[in-house]
């Protein structure tokens, strides 16, 4: 970095850039955050870290300095008294993840802190907002409460959901008050008749045995002078509902509540789950099940159970338990799942069978809420679909065993609104019975649920099918990043797929600020792995060790793809330090599985869901060998953690792994690789895996990159590849300067291809390149879901490509970025935004006769390297002024700023 400073100088003073009013540019401090987190309540590190971005009307503005102070107290901060933490000026051009070094923090202890920086041209900001951070129960002993519960063990087949609720006073006035909170299953808790929170599907989904999160909510405005009351239901949810023939976590829900009162004097009081907390069992939620879905009885409904004063006649004590404890305690690094948005009907339908139908118009993941009036004892029966078949029917036969279904009882005698608690659903399409004429397009909305990551990436061409496509793209992933990524949101399954999420990882970090969500994700996968490095292939894992639950290549590789991936999207060190042993015990795994360096012995899936065509006259079925996938998988893990041990400075690890990743590399191509160079699986996938992580010697690149094309070519230009060879190919293609064909295969508009879905309706990308056939049939009922992210995987090239946003080789988190736009396909124009750790990228361009133009926006604290796709000339205009570029060369680095690029391009 210490060329820089120089090169923003130079760029000043070359384009005149350093007049009085550039050079005095506001220069402020935003986005504060504490481990990813705005304000959070919950911090459970003892070293958390404070990052944030800036903002400056200036061009080439390097952070140079920053000055952090924290207090306990805000008044400190007009006073100049800093309690906690104030080391002073620090020189440094670091933003994100400084370490809090300053006094032992404290549980439950709110913390103030504040910002300002110095910028590479002697500005300096003004103090940053104050934010906040609060430590929550740090050690096993702040926890008072008792696990509490309504019965020993829920007698078989029952499935009603408990509920919980206990009355105390309020004497004094208070300061503030926190809610500690967790279950065995998912919890909703009020106090004094009023929601705690917005959050849904909490604790959420974890390895619950040895992590289970607990969450912290402000409740100071919910509590009253006087009577109070606090009510908890719990559901089975993850922990004890069915899940895919795995093994449940436990039968029994429990609660575990902790609700801090702090006076204005001082004194804290604590209300805990106890045996003096009153549980009942015969409440409205009757059956809540993630799969099956819910069954609700307002008959049933218990009018004013969570207010102060409520009869409590036919309540029983509820039981309680020390023995569960709290070792296994944690806060939550992820984003809860939250409610996000509500669709409307489109139309409804009576289809040929006189079904009553409402369409969304979206295929989604969430529930339906709606408004009804009927008699008591009248049910309402709604049924959750994904497609109508090809004579316009409801179908549900893909969801194989999943019932997807609300059933809802009224209670009669007025207006009812109701919506589900502890299940979400999978689908675009509703059917209604039972009561079902009380229900209209005017009375009923769909509540789209995920988890709350903010929006990140913006992707749009001049191609309305290619913007269908990223359309579905992020669709898919809010349909499957409900607290985990899951595979699918709506049959029997809605597993944790290690493969699923490795594939589309940097496509989802593109669309989304994911980073808690994978932070939460990988601390599973690594409380999961096995003792012997085995990684499973759904985290968190319910199938038990051994057999085929763990080790497969390109899904149990997760453990080395998403924490490298995850440092080059964002730059933490830290997180890849934490997984590094994680990363190790997997390749020792693979080493134990391996005969002469050849990873011979484990079973895998292979290149799932491959191209298999109707007819085997017209295409080979494109079977790759799924030995030669898992080599290669192997040599791209021991690369992944040959570069970490690099950025970690571990020097002889990296010599180590790198002595092993050649003994690998020969013994793929001794055993699969002809004396005339090609593969022994003549597929796609073969080649692009090959060349993707760099198996092949030199001399022999360029030919299997021929034979690559060839292939695509024997297949009238469309791919063949399944989940393991998808997101390469293009990479590979244009790597190797096929970039035409690159294009070829995203536009393609007939089956196999991205674009044949979209042209078949699609609002959400498809598990299967032909979900839905040529003639409008379907493809096998039992693996056939549409909202399945994984051939999503596309727009992590289309983001690297038609607007060329890529890392600039050596930098992490964008600090240092490439601008490198590969214009084809007949597109005229794109532009992507992309809101980094340092704050927003946009790459745009658009073609224009003889000319280009480009869009560009650089944060502050980043360097950009722009090249100029198709140039003919050697300078540029930009705002007017003429700009030459770096010699012999059509790029350009620049430092933060908004740039508007203008040249004459080659061709037509």
């Known amino acids: 970095m210490s060329k820089q400073p120089f090169l923003f100088f130079l760029f000043a003073v070359v384009w005149g850039l350093s007049d009085p009013e550039v050079m005095a540019s506001s220069l402020l401090v935003t986005s504060q955050t504490c481990e990813y987190k705005k304000n959070p309540l919950d911090i459970g590190t003892i070293i958390p870290r404070l990052s944030w971005k800036i903002r400056s009307s200036g061009r080439s503005v390097l952070q140079a300095a920053y000055e952090i102070r924290v207090s306990t107290n805000p008044k400190d901060f007009s006073s100049g008294r800093f309690s906690v933490w104030n080391p002073g000026k620090v020189v440094s051009d670091q933003s994100a993840y400084i370490p809090f070094s300053g006094k032992e923090l404290k549980s439950g202890q709110r913390y103030y802190w504040q910002v300002r920086v110095w910028d590479n041209k002697g500005n300096k900001s003004p103090w940053s907002e104050l934010n906040f951070w609060e430590m929550g129960l740090l050690h096993t002993d702040d926890w008072k409460a008792k696990w509490i519960f309504a019965q020993q063990e829920r007698s078989k087949g029952e499935k009603t959901s408990p509920m919980f609720r206990k009355e105390f006073n309020i004497s004094r006035r208070i300061r503030r008050a926190r809610l500690y909170i967790t279950s065995h299953g998912l919890y909703e808790a009020c106090i004094n008749g ?202 549900t036969e893909n969801l194989r065993s999943a019932h997807q279904q609300i059933v809802y009882y009224l209670k009669g005698g007025g207006v009812e609104e109701y919506e589900p608690h502890f299940t979400f659903q999978g689908f675009r399409y509703i059917k209604i019975e039972g009561a079902r004429d009380g229900i209209n397009k005017d009375n009923i909305e769909a509540v789209v649920l995920h988890s709350a990551m903010e929006p990140t990436g913006l992707f749009v061409t001049s191609s309305p099918l290619i913007n269908q496509l990223q359309h579905n793209i992020q669709w898919g992933q809010k349909g499957n990043f409900l607290d985990v990524p899951t595979d699918c949101p709506q049959r029997d399954e809605r597993l944790g797929w290690t493969g699923d999420a490795q594939v589309f990882f940097n496509t989802a970090s593109f669309n989304m600020d994911a980073s808690g969500f994978f932070v939460k994700w990988l601390q599973d996968l690594k409380a999961d792995q096995q003792a012997d490095g085995g990684v499973p292939q759904i985290i968190p894992n319910i199938w038990g060790e051994g057999g085929r639950s763990a080790g497969s290549a390109g899904w149990a590789d997760a453990a080395t793809i998403i924490p490298l991936g995850f440092y080059n999207v964002y730059g933490d060190k830290a997180l890849l330090a934490g997984q590094y042993e994680s990363m190790k015990a997997w390749a020792k795994y693979i080493e134990g599985k391996s005969t002469n360096y050849l990873w011979d012995q484990s079973w895998h899936h292979g290149d799932w869901l491959y191209f298999i065509p109707q007819n085997v006259w017209d295409y080979d079925p494109a079977v790759t060998d799924k030995v030669l996938i898992a080599q290669a998988f192997y040599a791209n893990t021991l690369q992944n953690i040959i570069t970490s041990a690099q950025i970690l400075g571990k020097a002889s690890d990296a010599k180590i792994y790198s002595s092993l990743l050649e003994k690998v590399k020969q013994a793929f191509v001794k055993e699969f690789v002809s004396g005339s160079g090609a593969l022994l699986s003549n597929t796609q996938t073969a080649y692009v895996l090959a060349l993707q992580f760099d198996l092949l010697p030199e001399e022999l690149r360029a030919q299997a990159a021929k034979r690559l094309v060839s292939n695509i070519r024997g297949y009238d230009n469309h791919l063949s590849t399944g989940f393991l060879g998808t997101p390469y ?53 039992d693996m056939n879901s549409f909202n399945h992210y994984s051939y999503g995987a596309i727009g992590d090239w289309m983001y690297r490509n038609v607007t060329g946003l890529t890392q600039h080789k050596g930098f992490a988190g964008y600090k240092e970025f490439d601008i490198s736009p590969k214009p084809g396909g007949g597109l005229t124009f794109a ?23 480009m869009d560009i926006e650089v944060p502050v604290n980043t360097v950009a390297h722009i090249y100029f796709p198709d140039m003919n000339s050697t300078s540029v205009t930009e705002s007017g002024k003429e700009i030459p570029l770096n010699e012999g060369t059509a790029q350009l680095t620049v430092g933060s700023g908004k740039y508007n690029f203008k040249y004459p391009v080659k061709g037509k």
Not at 331 to 342: H, L, R
Not at 773 to 779: E, H, M, R, T, V
Not at 833 to 848: C, D, N, P
């Open 729 to 781: 190919l293009c990479h590979v293609l244009t790597r190797f300067g096929y970039h035409d064909i690159a294009y070829t295969l995203l536009m393609q508009e007939t089956y196999p291809s991205w674009l044949y879905p979209v042209k078949m309706g699609a609002t959400t990308i498809w598990e299967r390149w032909d979900g839905i056939k040529p003639d409008g049939s379907f493809q096998s009922k």
């Open 194 to 395: 009023r929601r705690v929170g917005n959050d849904y599907f909490t604790p959420g989904w974890t390895s619950y045995h040895k992590r289970l999160q607990y969450q912290v909510y402000d409740v100071t405005a919910l509590l009253q002078p006087g009577s109070n009351a606090i009510g908890v239901t719990l559901g089975e949810g993850w922990f004890a509902g069915r899940l895919a023939g795995g093994i449940m976590y436990g039968n029994r829900l429990a609660l575990l509540s902790q609700l801090e009162i702090e006076y204005d004097n001082g004194q804290v009081e604590r209300i805990l789950s106890d045996d003096s907390w009153k549980t009942f069992r015969q409440g409205p939620v009757r059956i809540s099940e993630l799969y099956n879905g819910e069954t609700y009885d307002a008959r049933k409904d218990v009018k004013g159970w969570s207010l102060p004063g409520f009869n409590q006649a036919g309540w029983e004590n509820a039981q309680s338990d020390s023995i569960s404890g709290s070792d296994n305690l944690v806060t939550s690094a992820a984003p809860p799942v939250k409610k996000q948005e509500i669709i409307k009907p489109v139309q409804l339908i009576i289809t040929p069978k006189n079904e009553k139908v409402i369409d969304f118009g979206q295929n989604l993941t969430g529930w339906v809420k709606f408004r009804v009036r009927g008699r008591a004892g009248d049910s309402i029966v709604i049924s959750h679909a994904e497609v109508l078949d090809k004579q316009g029917n409801f179908y």
């Open 831 to 853: 532009r992507a935004e992309l809101e980094t750790i340092y704050g927003r990228i946009v790459s745009a361009w658009k073609r224009a006769g003889d000319y280009m133009t």
